[in-house]
């Protein structure tokens, strides 16, 4: 499998729109309940882009998977936190891929300036609890009986990872676009090498 990993673009947002279907559909993975179409999916992207990134994973010319950062609040304090999210293509999933696009998105949160990462987490999602904790995060909270979907109530988990250290005088996060492109390159060549 030729395996590239980039920065997403409106042009994606229909992949990403399929791959983000069946999720909502027939998973409590996601709490929402209609999935969006291309259209919202692109407003999103243009929402977190680019302060935040938005990395798709491509294998043979196709998007297989996505990963993105958002705000973990909106109080000006909180900014160097991210949270993060996760999607791969059903058929995909299981093969490693996940842990190199979520690689590649703490890579490059560390290069903008962001401290800690947190991965919200519908309980039970034993796949998902099992890609955090291999990447080192740790259980910060649950919350019992958060969402409703699918005929029953389900649990939400958070996971925190310090991704660099903690200064007196931290700097703001740098958008993506400002940082340097050959350096987010090299990453995203680095962990796309590694798939076996």
Request: net charge positive; glycine share 6%; charged share 20%.
């Amino acid at each position: 499998m030729s395996l590239v990993f980039r920065f997403a673009n409106a042009e994606d947002a229909l992949s990403c729109a399929e791959i983000y279907r069946p999720y909502v559909e027939k998973t409590s993975i996601t709490f929402e309940y209609i999935p969006p179409d291309a259209g919202e999916i692109a407003r999103r992207m243009k929402a977190y882009m680019p302060v935040f990134p938005w990395i798709v994973a491509e294998a043979d010319g196709q998007i297989i998977g996505y990963a993105y950062a958002s705000p973990q609040n909106v109080r000006k304090a909180y900014q160097w936190n991210a949270d993060l999210t996760i999607y791969l293509r059903e058929d995909t999933r299981g093969k490693g891929i996940g842990r190199l696009l979520y690689g590649c998105l703490l890579d490059v949160l560390v290069m903008q300036g962001y401290l800690k990462v947190i991965g919200i987490v519908t309980h039970p999602n034993p796949k998902s609890e099992a890609l955090h904790q291999a990447m080192g995060f740790s259980v910060l909270a649950k919350w019992e009986n958060a969402g409703y979907k699918l005929g029953r109530w389900y649990d939400v988990q958070w996971f925190a990872k310090q991704i660099a250290p903690v200064s007196n005088h931290p700097t703001s996060p740098v958008p993506i676009n400002r940082l340097d492109q050959d350096e987010v390159k090299k990453i995203f060549e680095q962990y796309a090498a590694r798939v076996k």
